[in-house]
């Protein structure tokens, strides 16, 4: 018998009928490229939209947390809690604020003159301050009880002012610096080591959150110093051209830290090799105050005398960002929130700002088609982040008057320091002058 071939249709609803009628219609696509022969061209214009949009939506500026009756000196990250945050300022008071209320939930008299240093205890439960009083006090991190007083509880009196603190990540262990940098434990009243270097005195002490046993600290004879608690001696110390105003490591990669400079530059060491920074990074137009890093790792945020914070990449030589408002005066702290969402200043004028770490970013809950356009644009801009228009536009920023001509001046002050050099090694014996790298001009010596 002879058999007959039948071809039957079979399409199955799922693919192509709509759930409900709200949902949009699925279309059927066919991805074969010939078909599509402008797809770079839709993708190039989809990309520039993308960027334009992007700052027009870029409103990094979320809120100003005042109080404070004098300028904030110095904040602490809270260890375990991402709402909380404590500052302290320059006429000795401590505030503790909320940070989704965003008001002030706590306020003490800690010190004669200015909050030199705090940090929170890894436990989350206490922390520390130092002042120009002489002291150290241990706080409980919550409010006393109605009709109690505010007490601390522990004080150390010093010999000499200390200028910073900072906390052993595990350990019942904390550093100080002052005239020296001291080692001590919790339950003492006295170090349990001291390091000197010759040196008169230092301005800001760190522990590596990775090696939790090293330390590096700032010195006022323009030195970065290494130290190993282990040891009894300091490890070794670099001499930069300028003297560094604090640090702040590399949470990711252990050996990396990134210190804030008098000479407007920062500059990203490796530990194990400092006869030259990994990166040094420059837009600054003045000293640059603090420096504290994402924790990612990726980036660090940096804070100025010039009056703005700028974002760096953790390799790149020039910012990726910087803000700065009409009111806000000399950037004295920064700080990085531990959520990598946002970004905490404390500047001269007694008031703290909250910035988005992205500045387009839409904050709150994003719906699933919302979350796959932004991945969508953010991928586009990559895809195309060097053509010349979308770059243009990336990377534009409107800065305030006296901030570009100072930018502009240093431009044409530096160019002519190049060229005087150029000439004087056009005309002098060959190898007289030898050419040095940007790396090479700001290390005196590596002292082990």
């Not at 006295?190 to 230092?202: A, C, E, M």
């Not at 130290?227 to 490591?249: F, G, Q």
């Not at 990336?394 to 530096?414: D, F, G, I, N």
Request: aromatic share 8%.
């Amino acid at each position: 018998s002879h058999q007959m071939k039948v071809k039957v249709l079979s399409r199955n609803p799922d693919d192509y009928v709509r759930e409900t009628k709200l949902d949009i219609q699925r279309v059927p696509r066919n991805y074969d490229p010939t078909l599509h022969p402008f797809e770079v061209s839709r993708e190039y214009t989809r990309a520039l939209n993308a960027t334009k949009l992007e700052r027009v939506f870029a409103k990094p500026f979320l809120a100003s947390l005042d109080g404070h009756r004098d300028g904030v000196n110095c904040m602490a990250k809270h260890t375990k809690s991402l709402s909380t945050l404590l500052s302290g300022s320059c006429d000795g008071q401590v505030k503790v604020w909320n940070l989704t209320k965003r008001e002030c939930v706590r306020t003490l008299q800690a010190h004669e003159g200015f909050v030199r240093g705090m940090v929170v205890r890894s436990c989350g439960t206490s922390f520390f301050t130092v002042g120009d009083d002489k002291t150290i006090k241990h706080w409980k991190m919550e409010a006393p009880g109605y009709g109690e007083e505010e007490e601390p509880l522990n004080t150390i009196l010093g010999k000499t002012v200390f200028t910073g603190l900072d906390h052993h990540q595990k350990d019942a262990v904390f550093a100080t610096c002052g005239q020296q940098v001291d080692i001590w434990d919790e339950r003492r009243s006295s170090p349990i080591r001291s390091f000197t270097w010759g040196v008169d005195s230092f301005s800001a002490v760190r522990f590596n959150p990775v090696e939790t046993e090293l330390l590096a600290s700032c010195a006022s004879d323009r030195s970065i110093v290494l130290y190993d608690m282990r040891e009894s001696a300091p490890l070794k110390k670099v001499i930069m051209t300028m003297r560094s105003n604090t640090l702040c490591w590399n949470p990711m990669e252990a050996y990396y830290f990134t210190c804030s400079n008098e000479d407007y530059n920062l500059y990203t060491y490796d530990m194990r090799y400092l006869d030259q920074p990994v990166t040094v990074h420059m837009d600054h137009v003045s000293a640059v105050l603090d420096v504290d890093y994402s924790p990612t790792g990726k980036e660090f945020v940096s804070a100025s005398f010039d009056k703005t914070i700028r974002i760096f990449p953790k390799d790149g030589g020039h910012s990726r960002e910087v803000y700065h408002t009409k009111r806000m005066q000399h950037v004295i702290c920064i700080k990085w929130s531990a959520d990598n969402k946002y970004i905490l200043s404390g500047s001269d004028e007694m008031n703290i700002r909250l910035w988005k770490a992205n500045a387009a970013e839409k904050l709150g809950v994003l719906a699933p088609r919302e979350r796959q356009a932004t991945n969508y644009s953010q991928k586009l801009k990559e895809k195309f982040q060097h053509h010349p228009q979308i770059r243009r536009i990336a990377h534009h920023r409107h800065l305030p008057k006296s901030l570009y001509h100072q930018t502009k001046e240093l431009r044409v002050m530096k160019e002519a320091r190049r060229k005087k050099e150029r000439n004087v090694r056009k005309h002098s014996r060959p190898g007289s002058v030898p050419l040095l790298s940007e790396k090479e001009k700001h290390v005196v010596t590596v002292v082990k």
